[in-house]
């Protein structure tokens, strides 16, 4: 779970329970979401496209293409943009794969993401 020492109503103090916080002063919940995220397999030629990862977490091992959705951002729309952006590619979307839950470590924190994977078709780039 993600760590928060002050509550974002009252500033007060968060007092940290199974799945949420709860602040000591205004008495208040406060529910800690999973953090939206699309994972893409661009196929070419029967090959399925990863890339080799740049930068932390897990800098230098081989992923899939993809990243979190923009605040209100649709799914599908992030995956074209973070395709376009990692590779430089073009796709077009298939079959949604699935969708699960995983663990991000990034600087010490852990954050909870809810990931939708898809196929996609390599059409540009």
Not at 31 to 58: Q, T, Y
Not at 61 to 72: P, R, T, V, Y
Not at 100 to 125: H, R
Request: glycine share 12%; with cysteine.
């Amino acid at each position: 779970m993600v760590k928060y020492s002050f509550c974002p109503y009252c500033q007060g103090e968060l007092s940290s329970k199974e799945n949420y916080y709860q602040c000591i002063s205004c008495k208040k919940k406060v529910f800690i979401p999973s953090f939206p995220g699309v994972s893409i397999f661009p196929i070419k030629d029967g090959k399925v496209l990863l890339a080799k990862r740049g930068e932390e977490p897990r800098k230098g091992l081989w992923d899939s293409i993809g990243g979190f959705l923009k605040e209100g951002e649709e799914p599908t729309i992030c995956a074209k943009r973070e395709t376009k952006e990692e590779t430089g590619l073009e796709i077009k979307l298939g079959d949604l794969l699935g969708i699960y839950t995983d663990s991000y470590e990034y600087e010490g924190q852990v954050y909870e993401t809810l990931n939708l994977y898809y196929l996609a078709e390599i059409i540009g780039g």
